[in-house]
């Protein structure tokens, strides 16, 4: 299973008279290897789904692959898989918001290569 998303590398902190927090962004994809027994609920799609925890859970039966429970809003599942790889495609960005523009991460990508 593969995951397209803007990763938060960093929060900073706003200095002298910004009352803002700014972040350092990168575009990923989370590859979850060998992905099976999905299942979970999705809120309304035309909102904004965020990652806010991805747990790793003992498996509940004889099986090797641990159980993963992703949590987000408007939406949670889990699946059992190996592991999971994150790769950052691009270096990170400085920007004033939480989420890079469609331009700014080069569009939607599952690519599974790290920037270099």
């Known amino acids: 299973m593969l995951l397209d998303l803007d990763?938060?590398?960093r929060w900073v902190q706003p200095t002298g008279r910004d009352r803002h927090f700014?972040?350092?962004v990168a575009p990923a994809t989370l590859v979850f290897e060998r992905a099976w027994s999905?299942?979970?609920t999705l809120g309304p799609l035309h909102e904004v789904m965020e990652i806010a925890d991805?747990?790793?859970l003992d498996s509940p039966?004889?099986?090797?692959?641990p159980l993963w429970h992703i949590e987000g809003q408007n939406f949670e599942f889990r699946l059992r898989a190996?592991?999971?790889?994150?790769?950052?495609?691009?270096p990170p960005q400085h920007i004033p918001r939480q989420a890079l523009t469609s331009t700014e991460r080069a569009g939607?990508?599952?690519a599974e290569r790290s920037f270099t």
């Open 54 to 56: 991805v747990h790793r």
């Open 7 to 9: 990763y938060i590398v």
């Open 61 to 65: 039966d004889s099986s090797p692959e």
């Open 22 to 24: 700014t972040f350092w």
């Open 82 to 90: 190996v592991g999971y790889t994150q790769y950052l495609r691009l």
């Open 108 to 110: 939607i990508s599952f």
């Open 38 to 40: 999905i299942e979970g």
